[in-house]
């Protein structure tokens, strides 16, 4: 039904479809955006989608709408991947994620025009978000192995113990998604995540989703595995307090909460859910990176062993 | 000494003479006040006992404070702040925190009495533990108040201004030391609310930072109950938390400061497990499941209230277990023999009878030592074993918090890993094996935030201590705990 209707209002509305044809005489091949969970790229199970206009105002293509079902089964799928993920060598981690920076640089130009459509930008302002998400992948990706010699310690304790601490990643993290920058916005709230070992379930801009939906492609593509990654296209606050309250999410990052955020902060105590509010002041998302988002998604574990002979 | 010498020896509850300490080094007050702007004051929320568990006396009245208290101890904080505590070099503020470390040192004798007298704890364990660790925290401490810009907060780390803290009772004078030194280090001045139960040691303390000549309203100390502590949670004057006590109160703070600006670090409640395999010295282990469980009675965040013991050595490890715990010696806290102190309030002990009678109800079997008298007046609960509990059970998903130890058992690592996380807490962990390897990977597979391999139940300054999920956030002690007062 919500097809039918997306159909009877968008009908009449000729596309500015993306991405552009260089060759007029060949109708183009339209992509259809989905969701990504577990790795693969289902439509949501309710069936639903919803119509993304560029910032004009004009029809691009149709978003899948996900579900709170659909939540719930990018949870799970984070979820198993969480062992697997948190447990893989820091190297290892990190040249994944170097990957990823290696997969986006090869489709620049796909990037550069979804920017471009989604936020309105100059190609130029757009390839340099492109640009800037390609680096910061790397820039996190060289943190995999250094983070637990930064924040670790050995703890020079008052008796015969060897004591030492270690950041690990804090489990499974949702993330709403800044709203206004599709791609870099995201790029910079994500990589942090999963770099120290955590899995996690994104809610994607609302209105501008398919650079992320694009994004996923490449993770799909970049030897991450299975379930790390989970990307929901859909309504902000329809999805977002079922992340929030979800016994099985060990974290929230509510960037992209807006009005929500206190709310969504409010629910996410039932389960001492470790939260990250929304920056008082919006972000400049072009400007250097810092540790923050990469330390607030880690416990420190502490281990005391006796010494002796 | 082996645990078949104590028994052999004929060592038991009553093989001892008594050794008590004297009640009179306490130096009690008949009432005291608040501490709040550098005075003590009489409170706007009437006045209330504090009553010594171990025989149901009034031990002192204390004075409580009310919502207009609480934000005249706010304002202090804040004027404080603003006017001498935050402009005050590094190195000055290290001076008076090491003050404060000495004279808790000077005054330990007394501060362990009144301690053991208003908490039930025995005051070998005031004396050898709680008292000597609150020195030790402002020590630790007071030496990184001048290093600021060196501890990786970047160049410039600033406090954020007034902490509210709340602390329980279980480590009365500890917590306070716990919550005082990283804030006051860091720069921030404070509000705090000691355990409606355990007011006076807090108070002690106050008595100590005065005689410390702190200036007035950096540090104020208040009394009472859960309307004081919301109301000082809920301050907007306040802009860090910082509270130690139960996940439901713990849950009910995080709501109450969602969409604020204020920072929040929770220490909320465990249900560890200790785990023991089938390699591990029997002796050993017994005495750190008997540490990891009965000490402070149990009243313990991260006590190893889950024995998870290998199926193997199940039987040996349980006879052992029961020999060593009939030599507890249960009684009168201010006895220098004393193993296993008084239940601090009518109240927990009511929780813990429910919890331990439920167990029964659900199938689990009690034991307790035969030989184990309780007094007549006074709150105590004799060390309990319980044995056929199910992961499913409530004693072995809810936390006691009194000197109950359920039993389970595992077969492989595997095992033992799912059993022992398969709660929402996360707070500590013990472990028990001869092998290295294992160690270290059990240490890397527990979902929890202090791993004890081959011991349990240690503190210090320089350890950071703190849970995992449902145990809360953030971490006390050490570099992070300072980390946890500051905003880079």
């Known amino acids: 039904m919500a097809v039918r209707a997306a159909v009877t209002d968008w009908g009449p509305t000729l596309p500015a479809k993306l991405p552009s044809t260089t060759e007029p005489e060949r109708l183009a091949v339209w992509k259809t955006y989905k969701l990504f969970i577990g790795g693969a790229f289902p439509r949501s199970e309710s069936g639903r989608s919803y119509p993304i206009t560029d910032h004009r105002g004009g029809f691009v293509a149709n978003a899948a709408q996900a579900s709170r079902k659909d939540l719930r089964d990018a949870v799970v799928a984070a979820r198993k991947a969480s062992p697997g993920w948190s447990h893989t060598t820091a190297y290892n981690r990190g040249q994944v994620l170097y990957r990823i920076a290696e997969m986006l640089e090869g489709r620049r130009a796909q990037f550069a025009e979804e920017v471009a459509a989604a936020e309105g930008l100059s190609a130029r302002a757009a390839r340099q978000q492109v640009s800037e998400s390609i680096d910061r992948w790397i820039w996190f990706a060289g943190w995999s192995d250094k983070i637990a010699s930064v924040l670790g310690a050995a703890n020079p304790v008052a008796g015969h113990y060897f004591n030492f601490s270690v950041p690990e990643p804090t489990g499974v993290v949702g993330i709403i998604a800044p709203q206004e920058s599709a791609l870099l916005g995201l790029v910079s709230v994500l990589a942090p995540v999963v770099t120290s070992g955590n899995t996690a379930v994104v809610i994607a801009s609302a209105q501008r989703p398919l650079p992320s939906v694009t994004l996923a492609e490449v993770l799909a593509t970049s030897d991450l595995p299975v379930g790390v990654v989970n990307i929901l296209t859909g309504h902000t606050p329809e999805l977002a307090p079922w992340l929030a309250s979800h016994a099985d999410v060990d974290g929230i990052d509510l960037t992209g909460a807006g009005e929500l955020a206190a709310s969504l902060e409010a629910a996410a105590a039932g389960t001492v859910k470790r939260v990250l509010r929304p920056p008082s002041v919006a972000p400049d998302w072009l400007g250097d990176p810092d540790l923050a988002r990469l330390t607030h998604f880690l416990e420190i574990k502490t281990t005391w062993h006796p010494i002796g002979v | ?488």
């Open chain 2, 1 to 488: 000494m082996t645990v078949q010498d104590h028994t052999r020896r004929g060592y038991g509850p009553d093989g001892y003479a008594p050794a008590p300490e004297a009640r009179s080094v306490a130096r009690l007050r008949p009432s005291y006040g608040l501490f709040v702007d550098g005075r003590f004051v009489s409170g706007g929320g009437g006045q209330m006992d504090s009553i010594n568990p171990a025989d149901e006396t009034v031990l002192a009245t204390v004075e409580v404070a009310s919502a207009d208290d609480v934000d005249r101890a706010v304002r202090a904080a804040r004027r404080a702040y603003d006017e001498v505590w935050g402009p005050m070099p590094g190195r000055e503020r290290a001076k008076y925190l090491y003050r404060i470390a000495r004279l808790i040192q000077e005054r330990s004798r007394e501060l362990a009495v009144l301690e053991s007298l208003d908490n039930g704890k025995p005051i070998r364990e005031a004396r050898d533990v709680d008292i000597p660790l609150a020195a030790a925290h402002f020590f630790y401490y007071a030496g990184w108040a001048d290093k600021l810009p060196y501890a990786g907060f970047g160049s410039a780390p600033r406090p954020f201004g007034v902490a509210g803290q709340v602390i329980p009772w279980n480590f009365p004078l500890l917590m306070a030391a716990w919550k005082l030194a990283p804030a006051l280090a860091a720069g921030n001045t404070t509000v705090l609310k000691s355990a409606e139960t355990t007011p006076l040691s807090a108070l002690a303390l106050a008595d100590i930072i005065a005689q410390a000549d702190l200036p007035s309203g950096v540090v104020n100390i208040i009394s009472g109950g859960p309307a004081a502590g919301q109301a000082l949670v809920g301050h907007p004057g306040v802009d860090k938390v910082a509270f130690t006590g139960s996940t439901e109160v713990g849950k009910q703070i995080a709501r109450d400061v969602a969409g604020s600006a204020k920072k929040v670090t929770l220490e909320l409640g465990g249900k560890a497990a200790n785990i023991v395999f089938d390699d591990a010295p029997t002796e050993q282990a017994v005495e750190g499941i008997v540490n990891g469980i009965y000490f402070n009675q149990g009243h313990v965040c991260c006590a190893g209230s889950r024995l998870l013991v290998q199926e193997s050595v199940a039987e040996e490890i349980l006879e052992a277990l029961r020999r060593r715990i009939s030599t507890l010696r249960l009684g009168d806290p201010l006895d220098k023999n004393t193993d296993i102190g008084a239940i601090n309030s009518a109240a927990q002990l009511r929780r813990i009878a429910e919890l331990t009678d439920f167990a029964e109800t659900e199938g689990a079997t009690r034991w307790s030592p035969p030989s184990c008298q309780l007094p007549a007046t006074g709150y105590w609960f004799a060390p309990t074993v319980l044995t056929d509990v199910a992961p499913a059970h409530r004693v072995a998903r809810e936390e006691v918090f009194g000197p109950v130890l359920s039993v389970l058992t595992f077969r492989t690592p595997e095992e033992a890993v799912a059993k022992a996380n398969d709660t929402p807490y996360g707070l500590s962990a013990g472990v028990w094996t001869e092998k290295g390897s294992r160690i270290l990977w059990m240490s890397q597979q527990l979902r929890a935030g202090v791993v004890w391999a081959n011991t349990f139940n240690r503190f210090d300054p320089s350890s950071p201590f703190g849970g995992y999920g449902e145990s809360g956030y953030g971490r006390e002690g050490g570099r992070h705990g300072l980390g946890a007062y500051l905003a880079s």
